[in-house]
């Protein structure tokens, strides 16, 4: 158990620093963040390959994102399921997941969630869309903190509260504390600059959240235009010429490896909260969370309550 | 945009020898560099023989902002290198992220007296009053030492320059980002040959960077550059135009035992250096020294620990983000020493011939004039012994990053965040 507590704090730490170093001087440092993003990964196989009572692990944590890769087969030997109240968040997951491909993933109005043998490879159409969603998550947080201080958006949470809002406060600050520290519980902003939605997140959160929260808009919506900042490669936005520096692959580790960090986003004590509230909801561990990624394994083993929203 | 504050703008980022030993460089996180000249030994005062004092200061690099994406550009010098003294002049490059540039270092000690249609101020005289010509003479001055920019090498990278090395062919050098390096001309700005090329075509499949590279110090065909996942690869220019494949790979399977969250982190190497006589290699990684031979590329000949009680510390290291310090290393002359630096202002010297180690300290308190250094030690629990350090108490906000050892005497400079300290062994001058 102790290795999933520290898993979880370097987990955090991790995105921690993932997240400050966009604002470093110089630009984002590949090398560092490559080696965070190492740390997370090795971090999230600790937290999910320790076996603990009342974790559901629904699909195979283990390999890296291969793009292109198929679908590895269910993984033996995972927790135990979760206890029935949080199972009947999610509807039944015994159907294998579509299996979306390009595009089409990122508009299916419904998918449905993960059976627990589904592969967890990404694939690379998969990948560059959780990319572009955390990449345009993160931009929608800072132009709502930028827009100044209070929760325009009525204090729509983004933190998915779901089936789970009885048990767990969401751990980001209350609506309105506005700036760069507390991105986590960003306020949609009024313009409604919502990326592309994974698959099969709005659908989940439907249930608790009205409209849903700006994390996950509703499915549907049109593909905006790609923050000028960064990128993707296959659009070739990018200027002939010249190449960005390209850290997609950052962003997209977050999506990942980072749905829901409770207090990630409150700068200190990062840790020891976290701690205390991994503790309080060992049994909610279980529930699911609202992941925004159209993955279909991490949908289910996600134990936090809170999203990555400002990625 | 963001400017560092004053204290922040001294602290020494690179130093580098010139190869007599003559000059030495320090670059700054404010752009300057700093070149030092040892003073010629006399016997009239044998005590000050063979000092440093400064002789030159100038901005090598300014802040800059890139418009169109956004980023500002440091001005920290990350590297730089001596060219080869090829007349009376001197040469450096300097490089900070994202532009290397060539530098010329002049001594004026004369200058010309008596022209005839310039004044002493140099105004335009009054033709009527020239009645005879003379031959203007050099008079002495006082030395002057002039620097100018020849030459900027800039926009040939996407990524952070990380190392610049000057190949032996004193006509091309090589700069290297996280992804890629490139070959110039000295003499063409304009453009540059890409040699390597790790950036994969999909972003999300990048699994390593380029984190350091040096040329052979003989060969000019040869070069090395090192990786995060802690490998180095030899390549040779002559088999292809890009090098993207190695000619030699060096890599020491990881032992199992090891292995925690950050076995990655402190596998990448930091920093990879030539012997002199080209046939070893020496690599930094964050808890080791490596030295490698040429012609074994299965694992390295010597391994050296430099502090492995941070190995239970890692975590804490990992917070507080000292486990990405990027340590140098360096060969002594004749390649039978190498010394890297460490927390706390400790530097660490490993002799390989008798395999003897020391720990040394570069702090004002002992490094008056002519004080010998004292040995210190770090405890890790168990009998500790009057002056030694505990691990909890080392600092470790003072590091040592950046050292460099005299190409043939026993003069070393130890930068410890913004001061620079050059020890010298008088005893021992000449190398063994």
Redesign the interface.
């Known amino acids: 158990m102790e290795f999933k507590l520290?898993?979880h704090r370097?987990v955090s730490?991790s995105l921690g620093?993932i997240y400050n170093s966009r604002g470093q001087?110089?630009?984002i440092?590949?090398?560092?963040n490559?080696?965070v993003s190492?740390?997370l990964r090795?971090?999230r196989q600790?937290y999910l390959s320790d076996p603990c009572p009342g974790l559901y692990l629904a699909g195979s944590p283990v390999p890296p994102?291969q793009?292109g890769e198929p679908a590895a087969g269910p993984p033996a030997g995972w927790g135990e399921p979760p206890p029935p109240a949080a199972r009947a968040a999610w509807p039944e997951p015994e159907t294998p997941p579509e299996r979306p491909a390009g595009p089409d993933a990122r508009r299916a109005v419904d998918a449905e969630p993960a059976a627990p043998g589904a592969g967890d490879t990404?694939q690379?159409g998969e990948?560059?869309a959780t990319?572009e969603a955390a990449w345009r998550r993160a931009e929608v947080p800072r132009a709502a903190a930028a827009g100044g201080a209070g929760d325009p958006a009525g204090g729509a949470d983004v933190c998915p509260e779901g089936p789970r809002a009885a048990h767990r406060p969401c751990a980001c600050p209350p609506g309105g504390e506005a700036g760069p520290g507390a991105l986590s519980c960003a306020p949609r902003p009024a313009k409604d600059e919502r990326p592309v939605p994974p698959p099969g997140c709005p659908r989940k959160r439907g249930a608790a959240a009205g409209d849903g929260p700006a994390d996950c808009p509703a499915p549907g919506s049109s593909p905006l235009k790609k923050p000028r900042?960064h990128p993707e490669?296959p659009a070739g936005g990018a200027?002939a010429e010249?190449?960005?520096?390209?850290?997609?692959?950052v962003a997209?580790l977050i999506s990942i490896f980072g749905s829901s960090f409770s207090g990630l986003l409150r700068k200190s004590p990062a840790g020891g909260r976290e701690e205390a509230e991994a503790e309080e909801s060992g049994p909610e561990a279980a529930e699911p969370g609202q992941i925004c990624c159209d993955q279909p394994v991490l949908r289910d083993i996600n134990p936090w309550s809170t999203a990555i929203v400002a990625f | 945009m963001?400017s560092l504050s004053l204290w922040e703008a001294d602290i020494i980022s690179t130093v580098e020898f010139n190869h007599t030993g003559e000059l030495l460089a320090t670059g700054d996180k404010g752009g300057r560099v700093v070149i030092f000249q040892r003073e010629p030994e006399s016997k009239n005062a044998p005590h000050s023989q063979g000092e440093y004092d400064v002789y030159s200061t100038f901005q090598s690099h300014e802040p800059e902002f890139d418009y169109?994406?956004?980023?500002?550009?440091?001005e920290?010098i990350n590297k730089i290198k001596w060219l080869p003294q090829q007349n009376a002049a001197h040469s450096l490059l300097s490089t900070n992220?994202k532009t290397i540039k060539l530098w010329k270092i002049t001594e004026r000690d004369k200058r010309p007296e008596g022209y005839n249609l310039k004044d002493e101020e140099g105004k335009l005289k009054d033709l009527s009053t020239v009645t005879s010509l003379q031959v203007p003479v050099l008079k002495p001055m006082d030395l002057m030492v002039e620097v100018s920019p020849r030459r900027v090498f800039a926009n040939g990278h996407?990524?952070?320059i990380?190392s610049i090395s000057v190949n032996s062919d004193c006509e091309t050098y090589m700069s290297a980002d996280?992804?890629r390096i490139n070959l110039w001309h000295l003499a063409i700005t304009d453009r540059s040959f890409n040699i390597v090329d790790i950036k994969p075509?999909?972003?999300?499949?990048?699994?390593?960077?380029i984190?350091a590279s040096e040329f052979h110090p003989h060969h000019c065909n040869l070069f090395v550059y090192s990786s995060?996942k802690g490998s180095l690869r030899l390549c040779d220019m002559r088999a292809a135009a890009l090098c993207d494949k190695h000619s030699k790979l060096f890599e020491e399977p990881e032992d199992p035992s090891n292995r925690s969250?950050?076995?990655?982190?402190i596998s990448?190497v930091s920093d990879v250096k030539f012997s002199h006589s080209g046939r070893y290699m020496l690599t930094r990684d964050y808890l080791t020294v490596k030295v490698w031979d040429l012609n074994m590329e299965a694992r390295p000949i010597e391994t050296y620990q430099v502090h492995d009680y941070l190995r239970s510390k890692l975590?804490s290291l990992?917070?507080n983000?000292c486990i990405?310090d990027k340590f140098e290393c360096a060969w002594n002359g004749s390649d039978s020493v190498i010394m890297t630096g460490a927390y706390n202002n400790f530097f660490r010297m490993f002799d390989r011939n008798t395999k003897r180690d020391v720990t040394l300290e570069a702090s004002r308190e002992s490094s008056k004039p002519r004080a010998v250094l004292k040995p210190r030690r770090v405890c890790v629990g168990g009998k500790r012994r009057r002056d030694d350090i505990s691990v909890d108490s080392l600092d470790f906000t003072k590091k040592i990053l950046h050292t460099a050892w005299h190409p043939a005497e026993n003069i070393i400079a130890i930068a410890a965040t913004n001061n620079l300290y050059i020890f010298q062994d008088k005893v021992n001058s000449e190398m063994h």
Do not use: Q, W
């Open positions: 520290e898993a370097i730490i620093k001087r110089g630009g440092k590949l090398h560092k490559l080696l190492l740390v090795s971090a600790v994102p793009p990404l690379g990948a560059a990319a900042r490669e200027a010249e190449e960005e520096m390209e850290t997609g692959n997209n | 963001v169109l994406k956004s980023l500002e550009i440091e920290k992220d996407t990524y952070h990380n996280d992804l075509a999909n972003m999300e499949d990048l699994t390593e960077v984190t995060s969250f950050f076995s990655e982190i990448s975590c990992y917070e983000d990405f």
